[in-house]
């Protein structure tokens, strides 16, 4: 019998026991809390808590039943299939993905490109006046190797893409790193490095101290123009081909009727509030987070996305949509939790002539894959959406779907 193996075992049980009677004791006081102001609630799942207890969430009620639906099918792109799960309550989504996949399907599947952008955050230092500030904003270019050894050091995931000084107003200086964090999202490793970084310049650079170590220029969690038009994270293109018999017979509408929504709805209407040019990427990718274990707080720059339909040579359609910040990781947050984790398995971690990136620097495969997957989802949901507006059946779908 191998001893170590069995200590191991049993430390990992008293710990999950320990953990499990935590969450119980904290959970039995709060649950009085509650009914004491008169809020009795129902339906909270049990279960072993110890994978998100002290790491994932605090004041453990329980956990919230979400359905989970998936593809019918693996979708094609380039040369690997995906399974596309997605978490949700709004009926119909699913189905219409469905319907989505099997028409790129039929006609050969999608062809994906991700450049991995690395993540970025940034801080603010403060100096004592606007000259010092001038001061360190010329000085940071010029020290960027030494910035850079300093992020470094701080994971062996994690490697400074650049180090730069993007804002001088009055006495502070932003100051934004981008890294590649390998396979992990890596806001909390780039926070890391920042910190590291940061410490190096209030060192060695007179005056300076830390305004704010998280200071909206990256811009996380929140929408920007920056991060829609320089992007973040991945970005992702992806275009399939889809010809008139087969949108016909899987979507119900021909080509032209799916160009003439897009003339008004994405190419019209985006324009008139000067924002969208998408129909609904955010159903999808918040769908598509939830069952992978990404973090939700991304969906609103993972979202940014722009459809495009253009008539190919061939009479055919040519779709493509352009994600310029999808956020995520196969490592980290809560990708470790079922069944998440049993999903992002199917990611490879096979380097591909798809992807762009810095190879001496990244080392971070399978999120590609990942990008990719949301940005199929994103597709299927947009040619379903627009067959269904162009028939003028999005009604009766949700209704049938929806109201049950
Ligand atoms: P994030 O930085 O994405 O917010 P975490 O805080 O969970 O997520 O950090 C990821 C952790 O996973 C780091 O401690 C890192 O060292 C570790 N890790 C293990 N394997 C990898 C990998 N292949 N790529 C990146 N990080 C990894």
């Not at 730069?164 to 934004?176: D, N, P, R, W, Y």
């Not at 969906?299 to 310029?324: A, F, H, K, T, W």
Request: contains cysteine; hydrophobic residues 45%.
């Amino acid at each position: 019998m191998n001893h170590e193996h069995v200590d191991a075992e049993r430390c990992t049980t008293c710990k999950r026991e320990a953990a499990n009677a935590w969450v119980a004791a904290k959970q039995k006081r709060l649950l009085e809390s509650l009914a004491r102001s008169g809020l009795d609630v129902r339906g909270l799942e049990t279960g072993d808590f110890s994978e998100v207890h002290g790491r994932c969430c605090e004041n453990i009620l329980g956990y919230k039943k979400v359905p989970l639906g998936i593809s019918s099918r693996a979708v094609r792109i380039n040369d690997f299939s995906v399974w596309v799960p997605l978490c949700t309550t709004e009926g119909a989504l699913v189905a219409s993905m469905c319907r989505g996949v099997k028409l790129i399907n039929a006609c050969g599947g999608a062809q994906g490109a991700v450049e991995n952008l690395g993540i970025t955050r940034g801080f603010a230092l403060r100096l004592g006046s606007f000259r010092s500030a001038l001061e360190l904003y010329k000085w940071l270019p010029r020290n960027e190797d030494a910035l850079r050894r300093a992020g470094d050091a701080t994971s062996r995931f994690l490697r400074v893409k650049a180090v730069t000084a993007e804002h001088l107003v009055g006495s502070e200086v932003f100051v934004k790193v981008h890294a590649y964090t390998g396979d992990a999202m890596g806001m909390n490793m780039v926070t890391k490095a920042c910190c590291a970084i940061a410490s190096h310049i209030c060192a060695v650079f007179e005056g300076a101290s830390l305004a704010a170590i998280s200071s909206n220029t990256c811009a996380d969690k929140k929408w920007s123009a920056g991060g829609f038009v320089r992007g973040r994270g991945r970005r992702v293109s992806l275009n399939a081909v889809v010809d008139d018999a087969h949108c016909r017979s899987i979507l119900h509408v021909g080509v032209e009727d799916l160009l003439r929504v897009y003339h008004t709805k994405v190419v019209v209407g985006s324009s008139l509030v000067l924002g969208g040019h998408n129909c609904q990427a955010a159903n999808y990718v918040a769908a598509v987070f939830l069952a992978l274990g990404q973090d939700l707080g991304h969906v609103v720059e993972s979202s940014n996305c722009i459809l495009s339909m253009q008539r190919s040579d061939c009479g055919s359609l040519s779709v493509s949509v352009y994600m310029p910040s999808v956020i995520v990781g196969t490592v980290g947050g809560g990708t470790h939790l079922e069944p998440s984790r049993s999903f992002l398995q199917q990611f490879s971690t096979a380097d591909s002539e798809f992807f762009v990136t810095d190879r001496s620097l990244d080392s971070g495969v399978a999120p590609n894959y990942v990008a990719l997957a949301v940005a199929a989802a994103v597709m299927a949901g947009e040619l379903s959406v627009m067959a269904a507006i162009a028939d003028n059946t999005l009604m009766d779908a949700h209704l049938r779907l929806n109201r049950e």
